[in-house]
């Protein structure tokens, strides 16, 4: 599977992003899991997920409040709405799959904020 995220961009400190991933190729049983960020000199970090069972979502205590992650099955796309966007939000955002071969991750987006 391979997975294409969009959306990012460069984004005033309060304001919102919505983040796409699409999930192409593969089988069935690929499953869009979550969105992870890395910031520059940082650990990649989880930002946000949906629980193996598909329909619990857990997110870091950053974004509580903030993001909310969504999935449509049908087209193979997971979402990751960003309201009140901070300048510490700022990361390559990536999005990851579960898929029968592993994780797979796809090659990230650049999210900015700006104070």
């Known amino acids: 599977v391979q997975l294409v995220e969009s959306g990012g961009g460069l984004v005033q400190a309060g304001g919102s992003l919505r983040l796409s991933c699409l999930a192409s190729?593969?089988?069935?049983?690929?499953?869009?899991m979550g969105w992870y960020r890395q910031a520059p000199g940082k650990e990649r970090e989880l930002v946000a997920s949906f629980t193996s069972g598909g329909g619990v979502t857990r997110y870091a205590d950053s974004v509580k409040g903030r993001f909310t992650i969504s999935r449509d099955r049908a087209s193979r796309t997971m979402y990751l709405q960003m309201n009140s966007l901070k300048p510490e939000d700022t990361a390559v955002y990536y999005c990851t799959a579960s898929t029968p071969l592993g994780t797979r991750w796809g090659q990230g987006t650049q999210v900015t904020v700006s104070s």
């Open positions: 190729g593969g089988t069935v049983a690929d499953n869009l």
